[in-house]
């Protein structure tokens, strides 16, 4: 292979994967403008990003494969999503103009960025010689020495300022994330966890709360127990005792209001009633 | 030289046609019978809603962890190719790591002073 050709020769499964994952990449950009919901348009968006992934691994890049991974599908793509969580999932766009002509001026500097940035592209690589990835990647380690010993050449000599001006702007990323959220609080106002539990001794409840939906209703032996279907535990009833109807809590949220699954399945027991040991019938035997 | 990923395709590949023979097999060999304790909450759970009361936002604080982890995730990944060409760089390479170290350092030791990391 002459280096002349080297880089132009595009092998089968590389051109049968681009024609592939391009449409695949086009679709995700095009889905995650054009959807309506902010997490679809997240989700779209991480299709993109993996497609370039592969893209990027398909060229011989492993490296910058894996990272476009790492950081855009897996770093990025979560600060995107906490950002829609912290702002509500359910907040949709306005679709009100608050500038006049918004939207054609966006349109026409969107178009002029494109444009400035293909003329820029096309005029930088326009009779540049193409090496091949062997000849470009000798930089450190002698010739071809591999794609990561490749990028670490570059990367910590030539663009030393880019890199060292990245880490300036992590420090303004987690400096300003920082001063936005976090509250301050006087020293010694905040309670540790040795008072909160020595405060806690000394009620005359020292136990621990109980958990979500166990609060008992009777402390009585005869209160018999319940099994999930709302009738009574025939073990659970008290020798020589008859068991005592405990009056339950309402649940919190019925089942009428969540539509009624038990009429869609139509094989449900209608007798049973909404409030778990209320069975009206009585027919425990 | 993609001939190294044709096992990664492989993989995908059958674990996208397990994923697919399953949910498209399962409704007819699988036995169904519901009945309302099988809809319940399991034993002493809360009946789930679909709405927090929250209107589904997260707490703010969670912003935080998150700029955090893409900061200690960038540094990685800068850290990692310095790493495999170390001996090539030198000193002048190492250097230039505890630069960037040092900066990204200085924003975590501020907000582990300012007291961004306790949660409450």
């Known amino acids: ?285 | 030289m993609l001939s190294t990923y044709v096992p990664i395709v492989g993989l995908f590949a059958l674990a996208a046609a397990f994923a697919l023979f399953s949910v498209a097999v399962a409704p007819f060999v699988g036995p169904r019978r519901y009945n309302r304790a099988k809809l319940d909450a399991y034993e002493c759970g809360i009946e789930p809603v679909d709405q927090p009361l929250t209107g589904g936002r997260f707490p703010v604080k969670y912003y935080l962890t998150a700029m955090l982890f893409i900061v200690f995730d960038i540094e990685i990944v800068f850290l990692y190719p310095w790493a495999v060409a170390n001996d090539a760089l030198g000193v002048w390479g190492l250097v230039a790591m505890v630069v960037f170290i040092g900066t990204v350092f200085l924003a975590f030791a501020y907000e582990w002073r300012r007291g961004g990391l306790e949660w409450d």
Do not use: C
Request: charged residues 15%; hydrophobic residues 45%; aromatic residues 6%.
């Open chain 1, 1 to 285: 292979m002459t280096p002349e050709t080297a880089g132009v020769v595009i092998g089968t499964g590389e051109a049968v994967i681009f024609w592939i994952l391009g449409p695949v990449a086009l679709a995700g950009a095009l889905g995650m403008v054009l959807s309506r919901n902010a997490v679809h348009s997240a989700l779209w968006l991480v299709l993109t990003m993996l497609s370039l992934g592969v893209f990027y691994v398909v060229q011989e890049a492993p490296f910058l494969g894996a990272v476009q991974v790492i950081v855009y599908t897996g770093a990025i793509m979560i600060l995107f999503l906490f950002v829609l969580m912290l702002v509500g999932r359910d907040s949709s766009d306005s679709v009100v103009e608050t500038l006049r002509g918004q939207r054609v001026a966006a349109l026409a500097l969107g178009a002029g960025f494109a444009a400035l940035v293909g003329a820029g592209i096309a005029r930088a690589t326009q009779d540049l010689p193409v090496l091949g990835l062997e000849q470009v990647q000798g930089g450190v380690g002698g010739p071809s020495s591999g794609n990561v010993e490749a990028v670490a050449g570059l990367l910590y000599t030539r663009y030393l300022l880019a890199f060292e001006v990245t880490g300036a702007l992590l420090i303004v990323a987690a400096v300003g994330a920082l001063l936005l959220t976090h509250v301050e609080r006087e020293p010694g106002s905040r309670q540790t966890q040795k008072e909160l539990s020595r405060a806690r001794f000394l009620t005359d409840r020292p136990q621990t709360l109980p958990g979500p939906g166990v609060h008992a209703r009777a402390t009585s032996v005869a209160a018999p127990a319940l099994l999930p279907d709302g009738r009574l535990a025939e073990d659970s009833f008290a020798t020589g005792i008859e068991p005592e109807q405990v009056e339950q809590m309402p649940r919190p949220t019925g089942r009428e209001q969540l539509g009624s699954p038990d009429a869609a399945l139509g094989s449900l027991d209608p007798t049973l009633s909404d409030t778990p040991g209320g069975r009206t019938g009585g027919e425990h035997r």
